[in-house]
């Protein structure tokens, strides 16, 4: 394989639906290049896929290597994925995005190893090593934007289950029959209260009541799920990521109170819960850590 100064070279995608980013980083995490491109997510399939290798060989390119030389490629998607098989199932924003074998159509293009995973749980796994939970054993991360993901990270490693379909937080089922992020995400709030996530800060300066009332809603509801995720797992952080996490402690200090007053656990009053560190570099930052197991 090709080297730069003597270091094995690997790829991390963060494909999302109106962007993919693409990092190459050496074996010590030092990112060496980084592109971003529009994703034309509405296209189908073969478009995107062309936008990926387009993003990665424009990386290598900066960085000084064919992409058939990396020592390996991860990448992250936003939908539910066979980590195994290196398929992805489903991607609701992207056009076509059904049982899609990514890993062989990137292979098709380049014979090097390929990881797939989720999005949120690639996210979780570079705040876990490298952002807001470097050091910690037991994490529990979540996002919060137009959907809700999230992941479970144990001794710096992604918690799959027994199927590999664990840390689904947003597809909690309520008792009204809706799952969480149908109440909770971005979209959601604007279409109950009216009001964007992203205009909240400012509308809460200006005493808003509505402002008020989504963000009630949200910290209530957030709060009180993070609060069973506790007494279930008994974490030791949570991260916040998303445009939520933006907010913060507007949306911090409310979920911290509402967990440590709901959560049966000892661990309800140790639990740290702080924004992600990374931002919007954390999905391929994640992606590239995928190939450091």
Known sequence: MDQVNGKALYAGIDLGGT???TVIEDGERNVLAKTKIPTEASRGVGVVMDNIARSLEMSCKEAGISPDRLAGIGIGVPGPVNYEKGLVYDCPNLSGWKNIEVR???NERWNVPVMVENDARVAGLAET??????????VFYITVSTGIGSAIIIDGKIYHGADGAA???GQMKLLDGSVL???FAGPAIERLFGVSTTQLAELIKKNDPGAKRALK???DGTGTFLANIVTLLDPQIIVVGGGVSQLGKLILQPIREKVSSLAFSIGA???KIVPAALATD?????AAELLFD
Do not use: D, P, W, Y
Request: charged share 25%; glycine share 16%; aromatic share 4%.
């Open 181 to 183: 992020e149908q109440k």
């Open 19 to 21: 962007k993919i980013l």
């Open 217 to 219: 809603h949200l910290t």
């Open 282 to 286: 954390s999905g391929a930052l994640g």
């Open 269 to 271: 009053k140790n639990v």
């Open 129 to 138: 090593r490298i952002g807001a939970a470097k050091g910690l054993r037991h």
């Open 104 to 106: 062989r159509l990137l």
């Open 167 to 169: 840390g689904e937080f």
